[in-house]
Every structure is written in structure tokens, then in C-alpha cells.
């Protein structure tokens, strides 16, 4: 298995453009996951979903952040209109199943920059 | 919630020596992961303990809990220039009760000079 798939690897887009970021999980896992990391705030929990359906949203920090997860081996997140504090890292993860007793895989992430 | 707090921020070591990293958390949970993060990359676990274990070995890594103190340690031996990483701390959020969840701590920065 290729491992967690984020497209695309680098974003530079501007303030007000809409931004939509993507993320195939391992075949097989029922959890996934959306982080963002900054140097101030570290690793942040903004969404997850169990067999593609949302759990918990509370880290969605504003409306204008939206997740989805269409079918088992694919999901966006979308920010819209985008903002120069938007700018960090984010990660896609997943994980086998419901336990977490279970290691989540991280994908490579995806560097946004708002301008 | 902020759970996991890993102790120190930054630590720089010499190739070869030891290096331990200190996590506290603040509620009562089912286990513990450790994570690493190389520069620019996601992070990949290491090592899980669960709550009714007091020490686990896997290669040179060594994690204990104590549950009592609520806080973990990672020690890693006879380091390497290629263990420099970010190290974290995880937890399930037992507290707030949602499945499957972790909740990550802010790291430490290893440096391991050669």
C-alpha cells in the first residue's frame, strides 16, 4: 500500500481564493482524520470521520472550513474564502478502526500559504 | 483541549549519547503513543502503552508510564544524527469521550549532532 495520499504537497494561493485539499486513506482504514500544524499551536484535531461519516467537527475552527468524505477512499478539505492565518501545514490520517488503541498513518501533508 | 505536554521544548545531544523526552497529560486515559516527525514530513508512530503497562522496549526505545503521576517518558539509546526529529506524545481522549481520537502534544525538537 502506498500509504496516506495528500494532494497537492505545496499550496500559494491568495487571501479570498477558495482552497481544496485532498487525501486518500489506506485501503481498509474506517477512521480519518484532519490536523493542522503551526509552530504556535502545534498539532490540532480539525475533523475526523468513521466509514465516511463526520464525528467530530468542534476543531473546525470557522464556517468557512469544510470537510468531506464522498466515499471510503477519498476526502477534501475545503476553506473558503481562505485567510493568511490559514497558513500551516496540514496533515490527512487514518486509522484501522474505532479503537484508539489503534497507531494512526499520517500522510506527507500539505504546506498552504495565504497571501 | 491541550492533553499532552511533552518536557523538554528543544533537547541537543551528542551522537551516541541518551535522549529522554517527558510527556504529562492531565486526564485518566486508555493508552499512550509516541510519535516522530522528521522535518517536512508527517508523523510515524513509534511505540503505544497502554495504561496498565509500566514500561515497553521496542529497539532502542524505551517508554514508561506512570499513571499515578500521569506522565510518560520516551528514552531513546545510543542515539543517532538520524533519530533528530520531533518527538510527540499522544493520548486517547477518553475524557471527552469521543472513539478513535488522539490528542497530540506541542513536541520536542531532538538534535542529535554526530
Known amino acids: 500500500d502506498a500509504g496516506v495520499i495528500q494532494s497537492p504537497r505545496h499550496e500559494v494561493t491568495e487571501m479570498g481564493q477558495e482552497v481544496t485539499l485532498r487525501c486518500k486513506p489506506i485501503?481498509?482504514?474506517?477512521?480519518l482524520f484532519w490536523y493542522r500544524q503551526t509552530m504556535m499551536r502545534g498539532l490540532e484535531l480539525l475533523i475526523y470521520?468513521?466509514?465516511?461519516?463526520?464525528?467530530?467537527d468542534s476543531g473546525m475552527p470557522e464556517d468557512r472550513f469544510s470537510a468531506k468524505m464522498p466515499n471510503a477512499s477519498f476526502s477534501t478539505l475545503k476553506i473558503q474564502p481562505s485567510e493568511p492565518r490559514d497558513s500551516a501545514v496540514y496533515f490527512c490520517a487514518s486509522s484501522l478502526s474505532a479503537s484508539s488503541y489503534n497507531e494512526q498513518f499520517f500522510g506527507p501533508g500539505t504546506r498552504l500559504t495565504v497571501l | 483541549s491541550q492533553q499532552g505536554e511533552e518536557d523538554p521544548q528543544a533537547l541537543s545531544i551528542q551522537e551516541g549519547e541518551n535522549a529522554t523526552m517527558n510527556c504529562s497529560y492531565k486526564t485518566s486515559i486508555n493508552n499512550l503513543q509516541w510519535y516522530r516527525q522528521n522535518s517536512g514530513r508527517g508523523l510515524v508512530h513509534l511505540i503505544l502503552?497502554?495504561?496498565?503497562?509500566r514500561e515497553k522496549h521496542s529497539g532502542r526505545l524505551r517508554v514508561t508510564l506512570d499513571t499515578s503521576k500521569k506522565s510518560s517518558s520516551l528514552l531513546i539509546t545510543a542515539s543517532r544524527a538520524a533519530d533528530t526529529a520531533s518527538y510527540f506524545c499522544?493520548?486517547?481522549?477518553?475524557?471527552?469521550?469521543?472513539?478513535?481520537?488522539?490528542?497530540f502534544g506541542k513536541g520536542t525538537k531532538l538534535s542529535v549532532k554526530p
Open positions: 499522544a493520548t486517547d481522549d477518553n475524557y471527552g469521550g469521543s472513539q478513535g481520537n488522539l490528542i
Open positions: 485501503s481498509g482504514h474506517d477512521y
Open positions: 502503552i497502554r495504561s496498565n503497562e
Open positions: 470521520f468513521n466509514n465516511n461519516v463526520p464525528i467530530d
